[in-house]
T-cell receptor, first 113, second 115 residues
Framework: NAGVTQTPKFRVLKTGQSMTLLCAQD?????MYWYRQDPGMGLRLIHYSVGEGTTAKGEVPDGYNVSRLKKQNFLLGLESAAPSQTSVYFC????????????FGPGTRLTVT | ELKVEQNPLFLSMQEGKNYTIYCNYSTTSDRLYWYRQDPGKSLESLFVLLSNGAVKQEGRLMASLDTKARLSTLHITAAVHDLSATYFCAVPFMYSGGGADGLTFGKGTHLIIQP
């Protein structure tokens, strides 16, 4: 099992460009999450999904969109990147939500110039 | 709004010493999680605490949960250099319309253990 994987690992964008981050899990988990981690801020939840075709907003959803077309994949989109979105993005998944631990991917380091 | 506060945020200690990291949270929850993160790496689950009074131990680390006090502790016994990392606590929170809980994290405790 690969667990939770993320692509790409690194990316540099110019302000206004768009991109999609891909998260994939092979554990048959229902729940998937996107977090961002900024220095001194801990992790903050952006969006999450409780199953295929469903998504919900977390603490900091503005400027991001997500889709969960397949159970194993959770996509995070930035339509018009801003320097404030420079961060490390982590995807996570869990089997039954918050009664189970979340398994984290390796992260994507995004810089917006 | 849920607030999760950890203290200390930075801790430098010597090998062989004992210490405790504290995690306070502002709303009712009967569950809490502890994670470890090494520099430049992802998060690794340490403990899942699912009820009041829960205590779990793994090696030199022991975590406990007091839901009435809204407090969890992570105790380090006879610290060794390999435990140097950043430790996060996290509490479930139901964001509006989500239908399930996401996690709200503390800011993390950066722990350095010196030989």
């Amino acid at each position: 099992n690969a667990g939770v994987t993320q692509t790409p690992k690194f990316r540099v964008l110019k302000t206004g460009q768009s991109m999609t981050l891909l998260c994939a899990q092979d554990m048959n988990h229902e729940y998937m999450y996107w977090y961002r981690q900024d220095p001194g801020m801990g992790l903050r939840l952006i969006h999450y999904s409780v199953g295929e075709g469903t998504t919900a907003k977390g603490e900091v959803p503005d400027g991001y969109n997500v889709s969960r077309l397949k159970k194993q994949n959770f996509l995070l989109g930035l339509e018009s990147a801003a320097p404030s979105q420079t961060s490390v993005y982590f995807c996570a998944s869990s089997y039954r939500g918050s009664n189970d631990e979340q398994y984290f991917g390796p992260g994507t380091r995004l810089t917006v110039t | 709004e849920l607030k999760v506060e950890q203290n200390p945020l930075f801790l430098s200690m010597q090998e062989g010493k004992n210490y405790t990291i504290y995690c306070n949270y502002s709303t009712t929850s009967d569950r809490l999680y502890w994670y470890r993160q090494d520099p430049g790496k992802s998060l690794e689950s340490l403990f899942v605490l699912l009820s009041n009074g829960a205590v779990k131990q793994e090696g030199r680390l022991m975590a406990s949960l007091d839901t009435k006090a809204r407090l969890s502790t992570l105790h380090i016994t006879a610290a060794v250099h390999d435990l140097s990392a950043t430790y996060f606590c996290a509490v479930p929170f139901m964001y509006s319309g989500g239908g399930a809980d996401g996690l709200t994290f503390g800011k993390g405790t950066h722990l350095i253990i010196q030989p």
